[in-house]
């Protein structure tokens, strides 16, 4: 519990304040027991919703809007976190979604589980400087063996990376749809993928996914080219145009304002109509610069002027407008067609090509969908679901999905899922641990039993019994089985390789070293200090020393 109080050294008997009245500041075993359970509560806030058979949690706002999901980040980041130890957990899922895209949930009950060994070594006096030293031997030896367990895989080898994609998707609320989307996703990962000097880059912002509710997740599309969430300019257009030629402009099709004051003098009709003529001319010009490239659609990052719409309407061109910039970019990759910022610099070598080109109703809104494009190097996932809460966890399970088979491919390393590493690594840390004397060896083998958590919670969500399940784990485990994992399914321990259950390397090493990395950090801290200025009460973030409604949160 923090304790009011201000900070006092002593001058010749005379005390001295340092800290102003009223701030707040916990100490030694208070600031780590607070800062532990800070960070135990967010790990089981998630723990619940790992693996196939996980729980989904539904996060309602100030204002009744909802998300129902059991993807770990999404879930923190929607929930109204105070406690600054908390907030370090949420850096650990972020941290993890964003190099990886997957694992969010795993990396959050490591580092839970971690804290809570620690406790124990903390409360037989190990000092916490000799725990963090443990872990970190630990943790370097830890991903030397998922080194050592992992498989190799590539480009090509697309059953495998299925694979990956359906392990990420399982337990996601898609899993009667996730062999249909894991395929679409492979191929969105194989069409954007570039080789370069025997390394693979995968640029995961090159699939672009557009939402739509009004149809079933199985009616998801991958689309060879892009969605644009806008609709054609002017009705006299062709809605649809096959073989075309696309010239992207990042320039007003519309006359100029002046940028300073200006003052026109019209003191006839005549110059009044010769006024507007060479408006309309210039217009006109406009447009025949863009139609005298072969160009049969047009597609305008800025405004096009009602006239210029019927000038191009007239030579049969498509037209739409106010593209966004990321869109724009993402054609030209995919089209192979190249922005232009001037139209008197357009010319027929600039213009994209895709097979067809058309004006769409979805759930209502118009889309243009620029389909088959020759060799794009940018897609988009066209990603349906019944209501619109079914389409954004669609939409989640394909962007975990896509994280996985992209960091599959660009490490070109695999592991085992079902629990298998963790098992694997934790016996062998046990082995390792007998290398070392005196209380580093009560660190290392705190950091085996932790990972054992992730198999744990995988029995546990199945509702089956843990304790057998990790007895089963570490039999097999000690009889050489590497990959056996937990078979929630049946209930037991079997071959999780066999069964297809793969998850990449860099999901798992990336999991092991930011958990271990934010317990290291968390642990170290023997001393919170929070500013004066607190509303509340006087009250610390996040209540007395823990986190609000910390208990309700299982």
């Known amino acids: ?12 008997g005379q005390p001295i304040l340092i800290l102003p009245e009223g701030t707040l500041r916990s100490q030694g075993k208070d600031a780590q027991k607070a800062n532990i359970a800070a960070a135990k509560a967010i790990a089981d806030a998630v723990r619940t919703t790992l693996g196939p058979k996980g729980m989904d949690k539904m996060l309602v706002d100030s204002i009744g809007d909802i998300v129902i999901t059991n993807d770990g980040v999404t879930i923190l980041q929607e929930m109204e976190i105070e406690h600054p130890a908390a907030k370090m957990m949420v850096e650990v899922a972020k941290t993890q979604n964003e190099e990886v895209g997957d694992g969010t949930t795993t990396s959050v009950i490591i580092s839970g589980e971690l804290l809570k060994k620690a406790e ?22 830890a991903l030397k063996i998922l080194q050592e367990i992992s498989m190799p895989v590539t480009l090509e080898d697309k059953e495998s990376l299925e694979k990956i994609a359906i392990t990420s998707m399982s337990g996601k609320s898609v899993e ?13 990962v194989n069409v954007v993928a570039e080789k370069e000097n025997g390394k693979v880059n995968i640029d995961v912002n090159n699939i672009k996914r557009e939402k739509k509710h009004g149809a079933s997740s199985e009616e998801t599309e991958l689309i060879r080219g892009i969605v644009i969430d806008k609709e054609v300019v002017h009705p006299a257009m062709p809605k649809n145009i096959k073989e075309a030629k696309i010239a992207l402009v990042d320039v007003a099709l519309e006359i100029k304002e002046p940028e300073t004051d200006a003052e026109i003098r019209i003191t006839s009709p005549e110059q009044m109509q010769a006024f507007l003529e060479q408006e309309h001319t210039m217009l006109k010009d ?44 993402a054609l030209s990759k995919a089209t192979g067609g190249r922005i232009v910022t001037s139209l008197e610099d357009l010319s027929a070598d600039d213009l994209g090509y895709a097979k067809l080109v058309e004006e769409k109703k979805i759930a209502g809104e118009s889309m243009t969908f620029i389909r088959d494009c020759k060799d794009p190097k940018a897609v988009t996932i066209l990603v349906r679901g019944s209501t619109d809460h079914v389409v954004d966890e669609v939409d989640r399970s394909i962007e975990d999905a896509i994280g996985a088979v992209s960091s599959a491919v660009e490490v070109g390393r695999i592991v085992a899922g079902a629990g298998a590493p ?3 690594v934790a016996m062998r840390l046990r082995e390792y641990a007998e290398k070392f004397s005196g209380r580093e060896q009560l660190a290392i083998r705190a950091f085996a039993d932790a ?27 000690d009889k050489g089985g590497v990959t056996f994992g937990v078979d929630v399914f049946n209930g037991q321990v079997s071959d999780a390789l066999a069964r297809g259950v793969i998850e990449p390397l860099k999901v ?36 007395m020393g823990g986190m609000p409604g910390a208990e309700g949160m299982e």
Do not use: W
């Open 286 to 329: 406009m447009v025949e610069k863009v139609a005298v490239t072969g160009a049969n659609v047009l597609i305008c990052q800025k405004g096009i002027d009602d006239l210029a719409q019927h000038y191009l309407a007239k030579r049969g061109v498509l037209a739409t407008r106010r593209v966004k910039k990321s869109d724009m970019e």
């Open 176 to 188: 009667r749809a996730s062999p249909f989307l894991a395929k679409l996703v492979v191929d969105a």
């Open 508 to 543: 798992k090493t990336l999991a092991i070293k930011s958990a271990a990395e934010a317990a290291e950090m968390i642990l170290r801290i023997d001393d919170v200090i929070s500013a004066g200025k607190l509303s509340r009460g006087g009250m610390p973030p996040g209540g």
């Open 451 to 477: 990972l054992e958590v992730i198999p744990r919670s995988l029995a546990e969500n199945a509702g089956i019994d843990p304790i057998d399940v990790l007895v089963g784990l570490r039999a097999a485990h």
């Open 120 to 141: 124990e070594l903390l409360e037989q006096d190990i000092h916490p400087t000799v725990i963090t030293r443990g872990f970190k031997i630990a943790k370097e030896e």
């Open 1 to 12: 519990m923090m304790a009011s109080q201000p900070m006092i050294g002593n001058l010749g």
């Open 422 to 424: 963790e098992s694997e």
